[in-house]
C-alpha cells in the first residue's frame, strides 16, 4: 500500500536532515560567535532568518525518527552508535582543548561521560527517547484511540498551549517532554492517516516563517521603552527558541509533510551527506571547543570588526558550510574508525545479540 511504501528511509526526509543541521549550525554560529550585526530593517531580516530555525530542526529530527521508530523494535545498536558518535567527539576534542590551557580534569570528565552530563543536549534527549520506545509502542500498540487523544491534548495543553499565551516554560520543565509529544502525537498522524497536503503544509510553512521572522527583525534593534514593542521582542524571541511554542511545533510538521510529499529519487549524495548530520552536530558543540572554533578558527571577533554589510553576511553563509563540511569530514573518517574497532567486529554483534530486540 502506499502508507507502508511511504515509511521507507528516502532521499526526501534525508535531503530535510541536511538542511535542519545547516540551520542549526547558522543559529550556533551566529549566536554564539557575536558576528550579528544590526542595521536597516534588510540586515535585520537576514540575520533574524539565520537564526529562526535551529529550534524548529531540533523538532523535525524527532518527528522523522519517530516516523520510523513507531514500526520497528527497540535496537540497543542505535543507542550505542549514538553514544559513540557522541564521545567521538567529545573526548578528542576536550582532551585538545585541555592541552591548550583551555578546559581542566572536571571537563574531561564530562567528556566521557557526555550523555549523563547533558554535554549536548540535543544527544541526550534523543538517546533517552530512543530508551523510552519500547514502552512508547506498546502504549501506540494497546491504547484506543480516545485514550491517544486524550494523552495528547492534556500534553498540548501543559506543554505547549499554556507556554505559548505567557512565555513560560510550563508544567514540564524538560524539553524531553517535548520529544515525548512529539513522538506521540507523530505515531497518532502516522497510525490513523492524518496527512496532510504538502502544498497546503508549504504554504503554511512560508507564512509562518516570514511573519515571525519578519517581526523579530522590525524590533531586533528598536531602542523604543514601549511596552509593546518589548511585548513583541520577548514573543518573537520565545517562538524562536522555544522548541515547545505553536509556531514552532506547526513550522516543523509544515517542513516535514512538505518533504514527506515531495517526488525525488534515491540518491546516494544525499543520503551520504544526511547519514553523517549527528557527526556535524557534535564537532560544532562540544562546549569547551566552540567558542575556540569561533575565535581561533573562524576568527569571527576578527571579521566582526574588518567585514560590514553584505561582506559580513557572506562570510556568515560561508563560514556555516565550511563547519557543515569539517563535520562531515570528520564524521566520514570518525564512521570509518568506529566500524574497525567496534560495530564492525564479531565481538560487538555477539554483545548486542544478547541484548533484547538486536
Excluded at 484511540?145 to 505547549?160: A, D, E, P, R, T
Excluded at 517581526?215 to 515547545?244: D, H, P, T
Excluded at 511545533?249 to 551527506?273: D, E, H, P, Q, T
Aim: proline share 3%.
Amino acid at each position: 500500500s502506499r502508507w507502508k511504501m511511504k515509511s521507507i528511509r528516502n532521499s526526501n526526509l534525508e535531503l530535510l536532515r541536511i538542511l535542519c543541521i545547516l540551520a542549526i549550525i547558522g543559529d550556533h554560529f551566529t549566536g554564539q560567535s557575536g558576528i550579528v550585526e544590526w542595521g536597516g530593517i534588510g540586515t535585520n531580516f537576514f540575520y533574524c532568518a539565520v537564526t529562526s530555525m535551529s529550534r524548529v530542526a531540533c523538532s523535525v529530527f524527532v518527528i522523522i525518527s519517530a516516523w520510523f521508530l513507531v514500526d520497528k523494535p527497540f535496537n540497543i545498536k542505535k543507542v550505542i552508535h549514538i553514544w559513540l558518535t557522541v564521545i567521538m567527539f567529545t573526548i578528542p576534542l576536550t582532551i585538545y582543548c585541555r592541552c591548550i590551557g583551555l578546559a581542566g580534569n572536571r571537563d574531561l570528565c564530562k567528556a566521557v561521560l557526555p550523555i549523563s552530563g547533558r554535554l549536548l543536549w540535543f544527544a541526550s534527549y534523543y538517546m533517552a527517547l530512543i530508551l523510552f520506545t519500547p514502552a512508547l509502542n506498546y502504549f501506540l500498540k494497546e491504547a484506543p484511540k480516545k485514550i491517544h487523544m486524550w494523552i495528547l491534548l492534556i500534553l498540548f495543553v501543559l506543554l505547549v498551549l499554556f507556554p505559548s499565551l505567557t512565555t513560560e516554560e510550563g508544567f514540564f520543565r524538560d524539553d524531553l517532554w517535548v520529544f515525548l509529544f512529539l513522538y506521540l502525537l507523530t505515531a497518532y498522524m502516522k497510525k490513523y492517516k492524518s496527512v496532510p497536503n504538502h502544498r497546503k503544509c508549504l504554504c503554511l510553512f512560508i507564512v509562518l516563517w516570514f511573519m515571525l521572522t519578519l517581526v523579530r527583525a522590525l524590533v531586533a534593534n528598536n531602542a523604543s521603552a514601549s511596552v509593546w514593542i518589548n511585548l513583541i521582542r520577548k514573543y518573537g524571541e520565545f517562538y524562536r527558541s522555544g522548541i515547545q511554542t505553536i509556531p514552532n511545533i506547526m513550522m516543523a510538521y509544515c517542513l516535514f509533510f512538505v518533504f514527506y510529499g515531495l517526488k525525488i529519487r534515491s540518491s546516494k549524495i544525499i543520503n551520504f551527506f544526511a547519514g553523517k548530520t549527528l557527526g556535524a552536530y557534535c564537532f560544532h558543540q562540544v562546549p569547551i571547543w566552540y567558542m575556540y572554533l569561533w575565535t581561533n578558527i573562524f576568527h569571527a571577533e576578527k571579521y566582526a570588526q574588518l567585514l560590514h554589510g553584505y561582506k559580513r553576511m557572506f562570510y556568515v553563509i560561508i563560514s556555516i558550510l565550511l563547519v557543515w563540511m569539517l563535520g562531515v569530514a570528520l564524521e566520514t573518517l570518525r564512521q570509518k574508525i568506529a566500524e574497525l574497532l567496534v560495530e564492525k567486529r564479531e565481538y560487538y554483534n555477539k554483545l548486542c545479540e544478547k541484548s533484547v530486540g538486536c
